[in-house]
């Protein structure tokens, strides 16, 4: 059995998650105005539409291989959709396709706080982080790969008449 969860601050005192959060500023002092960035929590749905947008943005405006990925899956998509795949074959090469783009953003996404969290400095760990994020975007590329030869193959072999 688990202990009831208590606060680590005496109860006179408010927490600093309060005070943080607190809409009325106490007397005598200015509000500050609500700070825009990266640290606030989407106030709506909307909101968070534009920030996951945004990231794929950054995913595509700055990494190539995003760049590779996304372009590769359309071909490939395209290519289904030309040798009359059914609805099947086509939601499973979206889902590998899809699959390479989310490990390809988490991959980056481990890069940023990586060089977030070390800066300018070398740390065996992290290289063991970025290495890892990198080999499983391989593997869901390789992956990716074999089950679009395995779906597009015959197919593309009869229409070539091969």
Request: with cysteine; net charge positive.
């Amino acid at each position: 059995m688990t202990p009831p969860l208590t606060s680590p601050l005496p109860s006179s005192q408010p927490s600093p998650l309060a005070s943080a959060t607190s809409l009325k500023p106490a007397r005598g002092q200015r509000r500050r105005p609500r700070r825009l960035g990266a640290w606030t929590v989407a106030g709506d749905l909307p909101a968070s539409f534009r920030y996951a947008a945004k990231g794929l943005i950054y995913g595509f405006t700055s990494q190539r291989n995003f760049r590779i990925h996304v372009i590769t899956g359309a071909v490939v998509f395209s290519l289904g959709l030309w040798l009359g795949l059914s609805l099947e074959r086509l939601a499973l090469l979206v889902l590998t396709v899809a699959a390479v783009l989310v490990l390809e953003l988490l991959n980056t996404a481990t890069e940023a706080v990586v060089d977030l969290a070390i800066g300018r400095q070398f740390h065996p760990l992290a290289k063991i982080a970025k290495d890892c994020a990198a080999a499983a975007v391989l593997v869901a590329a390789l992956a990716s790969l074999v089950i679009a030869l395995l779906l597009l193959l015959p197919p593309l072999l009869a229409r070539l008449g091969l």
